[in-house]
């Protein structure tokens, strides 16, 4: 059976009418030397619209496929991509991305998944982009197998054989082609237009009479791979009585080939003796009762009915499953994405601690095949690709022991760093070696069988001379092994992974491919640049490197400022008393850039260079509507009401606006900031939080309002296929189930977001942050570790993790992360949240009641500070303008061009490209009511951006022991959009 290769996607978000990007020409080229194949595909893609276009570009591999080449067309020229860490690929490219500089990054996600963003696609012009990948060959075959669904204009295929004196020979062929004769050089090409690219092309290569050998130097080291082929054994597995099923029953399922599992489930039964007994465990976010079924000469009807009936929803978890001394052996069906709750050695622990083996089964495009594999050998068990096997041969495995790699060895001074690592499984057809030679002849001895049968063990010996068949090839082949060694632990061995994946151009979990438009981006980011622009990288790096040095003292130096102004502005007592008539503009005076107002100075006016202070009585300035508005996509926003003037009519919910309920948070581990020693000295202890309550307005909610409880989940599984991309559908329905009661299956639909996009970030964080309002930080702590692991570069990511440490009480991580974010060096896009996480770190000091290790913070910048009311606005989306809009009982608003208002509420800067957060803080409240509003400002993406989320978090009483802290979440779609929120109440 042969796996076709998933299609390429370019998603492009289109206008209406616009029309969709089409592929005009697909050139496949294939370099095969000796086991060893390098495919090169060439997309050209085509943009029929008047406007430039942005795309991401989603290709998943089969096992066993390791991309090594990304280029893309800049200027007119083919430009390479190199090896970069991950993090640090990502961060670059998103900083170049805003300046309007126009960068190609590729990315591994999970499992064998890559993802391009490809810009521009220029307004009725073309776009070329290169991606290659190396594989070895089983049972000396090459194959192309291909799946498009519409004919392509343009077809060329080159193929090269080196090597071999006999020439290829063509096996098989439902492609179509008619390959011409092979060439004297052993290489064919072929042209086609208007080809419909469905089938598979088989290539046979000539038999050897000696193992396959292919070496490699490269930077002083020779490196081979060597590959022999072998007779090898199996022997019966012993006949399970009792087996444990556990099915993947997570939203991704929907992408998995059911009747592929099932086939090859049922050829398996029938293939065991009976009777069976079959405990059935459905794992989505959590594992599932167990249920029980017989089987007896095959008859699995029952059994194969409750599989096809299970709805695939929820996230994908390994929680819940524990080690069943009755059962004799497990089978796994599912992805290997698991995505939610324990993650590496933990999430699968338990399974692992029983003596029964697992045998894992894959049936999908998207698979995480390394995580399988680990689980199969850790355990004895077979791993089957349902891709590449037949249920028949499924079952073979399945029932067939094949002897293992027991010990590899080898003289450390003829060869060394051996892969793969013994014991290991044996590969179909063959051993594979790959190592580095120490001297121009190594002997290598091979002990292959069964571990518990010594009688069954057998030595194989290879002979790797160091000139023989030498290419371009080994040395890829050898990281490749080294990785896929170091994938099962890939905790432990993250590091020695992206070093690997970056020496040898390998995409990885920790490595991507990065093109750079500009010469002098390569030496700004120290970047290796390809080897054409070497020369001029040179000359610049030559000069740059003083101008990159930005020590810890000046970072330290920049936050002791932004303290003591902090601190001076907590220090100082305000007018609380009813607002004066306005004065004549005569009256207003301007001296070194602080405004007075009635005499009153702005103690924070020139505090930083990226805000402007207004007097109170002032609308924003011309050149402030100006500034703002030059921004790409920006819109004109509300013009915030003058101080003094009456409290304005409050915003109208917007029909496009959705609210999620919020819920109060008490508990004896604050989360940062909202506890501490101390008390505030105004009036929040009569205070009052009430939030806006709205109620969205889908067809599938009105439909589930109307459902009685017990067929609640039903309608929500019938409502879930039309909406199975949208963020909002699960958000709202996870609220009513929360709102009837039934939290398991409401963290079950709402573990969805986990499922639709790999590795998405922003998704992540909407997932994280309604999990710290559903109290459950446990799960969203391993969300935030993984948003981490995604945006290192960016300080909401430490600080979501800090609060979700936080409300476990495991406080020294907590500030730990807090400090990083207060000791950092941030884009200028996050202006001062370092001092936004200094103020919640000292908080959680001030409230501990155990000790925490602070030595690495300067006694200066201790200091807790506790307020009547704060309020902290954060949101999903980058490139984004959000604003936090907080009217006091005067009517004096506090926004991004007035920061400080007479009463003393202060108004942190404006966030005019991050995620935020925006921050009001007030130490002494006057009694009245306070009107908290949000205002979509605009947004500079190139993506025609959907709904943005936001998260507010409002807190009486903060950094006191009577603090209470509640969280909202609503979701925004137009820009000049206004909210309101919620109200604080102060009582008299």
């Given amino acids: 059976m042969t796996a076709l290769l998933p299609l390429p996607t370019l998603h492009v978000p289109l206008a209406s009418r616009e029309r969709p990007i089409e592929l005009v020409e697909l050139r496949v080229s294939a370099e095969i030397s000796g086991a060893l194949a390098v495919t090169t595909w060439e997309l050209v893609f085509h943009n029929p619209n008047g406007r430039d276009l942005e795309g991401q570009l989603e290709f998943p591999l089969l096992d066993g496929h390791t991309v090594i080449r990304f280029a893309m067309d800049m200027r007119g020229e083919l430009r390479e991509a190199v090896p970069v860490p991950k993090d640090k690929g990502r961060q670059v490219f998103e900083e170049i991305v805003r300046r309007g500089v126009d960068p190609g990054l590729l990315e591994r996600t999970a499992g064998n998944n890559y993802k391009a963003r490809i810009y521009p696609l220029p307004a009725r012009g073309r776009k070329r982009v290169v991606i290659a990948y190396q594989e070895a060959l089983a049972d000396a075959t090459y194959r192309l197998p291909l799946a498009f669904d519409a004919p392509l204009p343009r077809f060329h295929l080159r193929l090269a054989v080196r090597g071999p004196q006999a020439a290829p020979v063509v096996t098989r062929d439902s492609l179509g082609l008619s390959l011409p004769a092979w060439r004297q050089d052993h290489v064919v090409e072929v042209s086609r237009e208007g080809f419909r690219a469905q089938g598979v092309l088989e290539i046979g290569l000539p038999p050897g009479d000696r193992p396959a050998i292919t070496t490699e130097e490269r930077d002083g080291k020779v490196y081979f791979r060597a590959e022999r082929a072998i007779d090898a054994r199996t022997r019966p597995r012993p006949a399970p009585r009792v087996l444990g099923l556990l099915w993947d029953a997570s939203?991704?399922?929907?992408?998995?080939?059911?009747?592929?599992?099932?086939?090859?489930?049922?050829?398996?039964?029938?293939?065991?003796?009976?009777?069976?007994?079959?405990?059935?465990?459905?794992?989505?976010?959590?594992?599932?009762?167990?249920?029980?079924?017989?089987?007896?000469?095959?008859?699995?009807?029952?059994?194969?009915?409750?599989?096809?009936?299970?709805?695939?929803?929820?996230?994908?978890?390994?929680?819940?499953?524990?080690?069943?001394?009755?059962?004799?052996?497990?089978?796994?069906?599912?992805?290997?994405?698991?995505?939610?709750?324990?993650?590496?050695?933990?999430?699968?622990?338990?399974?692992?601690?029983?003596?029964?083996?697992?045998?894992?089964?894959?049936?999908?495009?998207?698979?995480?095949?390394?995580?399988?594999?680990?689980?199969?050998?850790?355990?004895?068990g077979a791993h089957v690709d349902l891709l590449h096997l037949s249920p028949e041969a499924?079952?073979?495995?399945?029932?067939?022991?094949?002897?293992?790699?027991?010990?590899?060895?080898?003289?450390?001074?003829?060869?060394?760093?051996?892969?793969?690592?013994?014991?290991?499984?044996?590969?179909?057809?063959?051993?594979?070696?790959?190592?580095?030679?120490?001297?121009?002849?190594?002997?290598?001895?091979?002990?292959?069988?069964?571990?518990?049968?010594?009688?069954?063990?057998?030595?194989?010996?290879?002979?790797?001379?160091?000139?023989?068949?030498?290419?371009?090839?080994?040395?890829?082949?050898?990281?490749?092994?080294?990785?896929?060694?170091?994938?099962?632990?890939?905790?432990?061995?993250?590091?020695?992974?992206?070093?690997?994946?970056?020496?040898?151009?390998?995409?990885?979990?920790?490595?991507?491919?990065?093109?750079?438009?500009?010469?002098?981006?390569?030496?700004?980011?120290?970047?290796?640049?390809?080897?054409s622009l070497r020369e001029a990288c040179d000359r610049l790096r030559r000069g740059a490197w003083e101008t990159r040095q930005r020590g810890e003292q000046e970072r330290l130096g920049k936050l002791t400022r932004l303290f003591q102004d902090y601190c001076a502005w907590y220090d100082r007592i305000f007018d609380r008393d009813p607002p004066k008539p306005a004065l004549p503009a005569d009256n207003l005076s301007r001296s070194g850039g602080v405004v007075a107002f009635g005499g009153v100075a702005d103690a924070f006016a020139g505090a930083s260079d990226d805000v402007d202070f207004e007097a109170a009585d002032e609308a924003p300035p011309a050149a402030e509507r100006s500034r703002r508005m030059s921004r790409p996509a920006a819109r004109a926003a509300a013009r915030p009401a003058p101080a003094g003037a009456p409290p304005p009519p409050m915003a109208a919910p917007s029909p496009m606006m959705d609210a999620m309920p919020m819920e109060e948070s008490r508990s004896e581990a604050p989360a940062p900031g909202s506890a501490g020693k101390g008390g505030a000295e105004g009036a929040s202890g009569g205070a009052t939080i009430q939030l806006q309550k709205w109620t969205p307005d889908a067809p599938y909610l009105d439909r589930l309002r109307r459902t009685p409880d017990e067929r609640l989940y039903h309608v929500y599984c019938e409502e879930r296929p039309d909406y199975a991309r949208s963020t909002a559908f699960f958000l709202d329905v996870a609220d009513v189930f929360f709102d009837r009661r039934m939290p398991e299956l409401a963290l079950r639909i709402l573990s969805n977001l986990a499922e639709m996009e790999l590795e998405n970030p922003a998704i992540l964080r909407i997932l994280g942050y309604r999990l710290l309002q559903a109290r459950r930080a446990d799960l969203a702590r391993p969300i935030f570790e993984e948003v981490l692991r995604l945006r290192p570069e960016e300080p909401q990511s430490h600080r979501d993790l800090a609060h979700a440490c936080a409300a476990l009480g495991d406080l020294q991580p907590a500030v730990d992360h807090l400090w990083a974010v207060a000791s950092g060096e941030w884009d200028r896009r996050f202006p001062e949240i370092e001092l936004l996480a200094l103020i919640e770190l000292n908080a959680i000091l001030a409230a501990a009641s155990s000790p925490i290790d602070a030595s690495k913070?300067?006694?200066?910048?201790?200091?807790?500070?506790?307020?009547?009311?704060?309020?902290?606005?954060?949101?999903?989306?980058?490139?984004?303008?959000?604003?936090?809009?907080?009217?006091?009982?005067?009517?004096?608003?506090?926004?991004?061009?007035?920061?400080?208002?007479?009463?003393?509420?202060?108004?942190?800067?404006?966030?005019?490209?991050?995620?935020?957060?925006?921050?009001?803080?007030?130490?002494?409240?006057?009694?009245?009511?306070?009107?908290?509003?949000?205002?979509?400002?605009?947004?500079?993406?190139?993506?025609?951006?959907?709904?943005?989320?936001?998260?507010?978090?409002?807190?009486?009483?903060?950094?006191?022991?009577?603090?209470?802290?509640?969280?909202?979440?609503?979701?925004?779609?137009?820009?000049r959009e206004v909210v309101t929120v919620g109200r604080f109440t102060v009582g008299r």
């Fill in 251 to 380: 939203g991704s399922g929907e992408g998995r080939d059911l009747p592929a599992e099932l086939a090859a489930l049922g050829a398996y039964l029938k293939a065991l003796p009976g009777p069976l007994e079959v405990r059935l465990i459905r794992l989505r976010d959590v594992a599932e009762a167990a249920e029980v079924f017989k089987v007896e000469g095959g008859e699995w009807t029952a059994l194969r009915r409750a599989i096809e009936r299970t709805v695939p929803d929820g996230a994908s978890s390994l929680a819940g499953v524990a080690a069943d001394p009755a059962v004799d052996a497990w089978i796994l069906v599912s992805d290997g994405l698991l995505n939610f709750g324990p993650q590496g050695d933990e999430a699968e622990a338990a399974l692992l601690r029983g003596r029964a083996p697992v045998h894992v089964i894959a049936a999908a495009a998207r698979v995480d095949h390394a995580r399988l594999r680990a689980i199969a050998d850790r355990s004895g």
């Fill in 394 to 531: 499924a079952v073979t495995e399945l029932t067939q022991e094949r002897e293992r790699l027991l010990e590899l060895a080898a003289s450390p001074r003829e060869a060394t760093h051996l892969f793969p690592e013994a014991p290991a499984p044996l590969p179909v057809g063959g051993l594979v070696l790959a190592g580095v030679l120490r001297a121009q002849v190594a002997t290598l001895q091979a002990r292959v069988g069964f571990a518990d049968d010594p009688a069954s063990i057998r030595a194989i010996d290879l002979e790797i001379r160091a000139d023989e068949e030498r290419g371009a090839l080994a040395g890829r082949a050898w990281a490749a092994a080294k990785i896929a060694a170091l994938e099962p632990r890939f905790a432990q061995n993250r590091a020695d992974i992206e070093r690997t994946g970056q020496d040898f151009g390998i995409v990885t979990r920790q490595t991507s491919l990065i093109i750079l438009d500009e010469v002098a981006d390569y030496v700004r980011y120290d970047i290796a640049p390809p080897e």
């Fill in 857 to 975: 913070i300067p006694g200066p910048l201790r200091r807790a500070m506790p307020l009547d009311l704060r309020v902290v606005l954060t949101w999903d989306a980058d490139a984004t303008d959000i604003d936090l809009w907080v009217t006091d009982p005067n009517g004096e608003k506090a926004y991004y061009a007035h920061r400080l208002t007479r009463q003393g509420g202060r108004m942190s800067p404006d966030f005019r490209e991050g995620y935020g957060p925006e921050e009001f803080s007030l130490r002494r409240a006057i009694p009245g009511e306070y009107v908290v509003e949000a205002n979509f400002y605009g947004n500079t993406q190139q993506i025609i951006a959907g709904a943005t989320t936001i998260q507010l978090q409002f807190i009486t009483g903060f950094a006191t022991p009577d603090a209470r802290d509640q969280r909202v979440t609503m979701r925004l779609r137009d820009t």
